[in-house]
T-cell receptor, first 113, second 109 residues
Framework: DAGITQSPRYKITETGRQVTLMCHQT?????MFWYRQDLGHGLRLIYY???????DKGEVPDGYVVSRSKTENFPLTLESATRSQTSVYFC????????????FGQGTRLTVV | GQSLEQPSEVTAVEGAIVQINCTYQ??????LSWYQQHDGGAPTFLSY????GLEETGRFSSFLSRSDSYGYLLLQELQMKDSASYFC??????????FGTGTRLQVFP
């Protein structure tokens, strides 16, 4: 199906483990974004990418790693998960044109115990 | 930094008009968007202002004043289904999309 999909939808992991959240879009959008959403903080930008092999830090990049070897995929890896990374993670994509909307995936609820 | 400020909560009754304000940092600012998010859902796009002035889309309108570093979302003829969180989001340096802290709107009958 066309769109932007995230997997898994729910994940429970232990402190110190490596976790990868997947994001896939079928529109060939240039830009992709990763946000985390916590109560009281709104959506905070973790990393973003303007094209394949181009990534840049957002507001809260520490503890996260991204890659973008293909336009359609933008995985987010927590190298050593901490309890403070318990959150809802949203992936988004948009075209080059700023006037267009960013489309969001349904989110991944991650719990670090 | 690049931060956006919004009121945390707004309440209104059905049929009323409500305005949600947003102030932003000007350094590198390109344009202002608005998104709606229902509980448990993903944010969805409402509008985008690149230039000063009012953009109207049905019951929703959005306004931008670059000289005041300020924008607002105006919701008219409020309906119960408009109860949601509303976020302003700014593009900085053409590509970085930064969200405000969000405003929770509660519409009462």
């Amino acid at each position: 199906d066309a769109g932007i999909t995230q997997s898994p939808r729910y994940k429970i992991t232990e402190t110190g483990r490596q976790v990868t959240l997947m994001c896939h879009q079928t529109w060939s959008h240039s830009y992709m974004f990763w946000y985390r959403q916590d109560l009281g903080h709104g959506l905070r930008l973790i990393y973003y990418s303007a094209a394949a092999d181009i990534t840049d830090k957002g507001e809260v990049p520490d503890g996260y790693v991204v890659s973008r070897s293909k336009t359609e995929n933008f995985p987010l890896t927590l190298e050593s998960a901490t309890r403070s990374q318990t959150s809802v993670y949203f992936c988004a994509s948009r075209t080059l044109n700023q006037n267009t909307e960013a489309f969001f995936g349904q989110g991944t609820r991650l719990t670090v115990v | 930094g690049q931060s956006l400020e919004q009121p945390s909560e707004v309440t209104a009754v059905e049929g009323a008009i409500v305005q949600i304000n947003c102030t932003y940092q000007t350094s590198g600012f390109y344009g202002l968007s608005w998104y709606q998010q229902h509980d448990g859902g993903a944010p969805t796009f409402l509008s985008y202002n690149a230039l000063d002035g009012l953009e109207e889309t049905g019951r929703f309108s959005s306004f931008l004043s670059r000289s005041d570093s300020y924008g607002y979302l105006l919701l008219q003829e409020l309906q119960m289904k408009d109860s949601a969180s509303y976020f302003c989001a700014a593009y900085y340096n053409t590509d970085k999309l930064i969200f405000g802290t969000g405003t929770r709107l509660q519409v009462f009958p």
